[in-house]
């Protein structure tokens, strides 16, 4: 207010209110923080050589245990090989549908969204650990499972269109119909779930 013609620098800006966002404290496990992370990791590493360790997400598959309360997602295909856990999604507000396919000539939005089905039919996730090699030095690509190498999704660093309209920059889209969502029973509760 003493200095009226100074301006606060634009990224400091944004990351100020990322902070009042998260509640005045650095969450790393909030989704508004790894979705800041991977932009800024986008911005840094154009050529994509050399990514930090801390930007994968752990394999669920590795020897960390999953919290008995978080849900997994497996291949659909050979359904052993557990992909990324809950935690691992990075919603995204949902885009305005249709419209934003005036490309594709899409009019009719009930015909579309009409039969009760979700506007978002793919998850985005932040890259996983088996993730890695395919990420390497490579803008755009297919997401293949790393056990059956059926195909699961794509990515790229430039980012992609979600079915509800929404651009999502970087994306690693794994499509819903491709993974098996897996909710684990604590064992105490095997009585009254099976009732």
Avoid at 76 to 84: G, N, P
Avoid at 117 to 126: A, I, L, N, P, Q
Avoid at 127 to 148: D, N, R, T, Y
Wanted: charged share 25%.
């Amino acid at each position: 207010s003493s200095r009226p013609r100074r301006r606060v620098n634009p990224g400091f800006q944004g990351q100020l209110k990322l902070y009042e966002a998260m509640g005045c404290a650095v969450d790393t496990s909030s989704v508004l923080y790894k979705r800041y992370r991977l932009q800024m990791l986008t911005e840094r590493y154009p050529e994509l050589q050399d990514l930090p360790r801390e930007v994968f997400a752990v394999d669920p598959t590795s020897i960390c245990q999953t919290p008995v309360t978080e849900v997994l997602y497996r291949c659909r295909k050979c359904s052993r090989r557990a992909l990324f856990r809950g935690s691992s999604i990075l919603s995204h507000t949902e885009g305005s549908g249709p419209t934003a396919f005036a490309r594709k000539r899409i009019t009719d939005s009930a015909q579309l969204y009409g039969d009760g089905r979700e506007k978002c039919t793919s998850y985005f996730t932040e890259p996983v650990q088996w993730m890695e090699p395919a990420l390497l030095g490579v803008l755009e690509g297919q997401l293949l499972c790393p056990k059956c190498m059926s195909k699961l999704g794509s990515f790229s660093w430039r980012g992609e269109q979600c079915s509800c309209g929404r651009w999502v920059t970087p994306a690693f889209q794994i499509h819903k119909s491709r993974v098996d969502e897996v909710r684990t029973l604590p064992a105490g509760n095997f009585q009254a779930a099976k009732t």
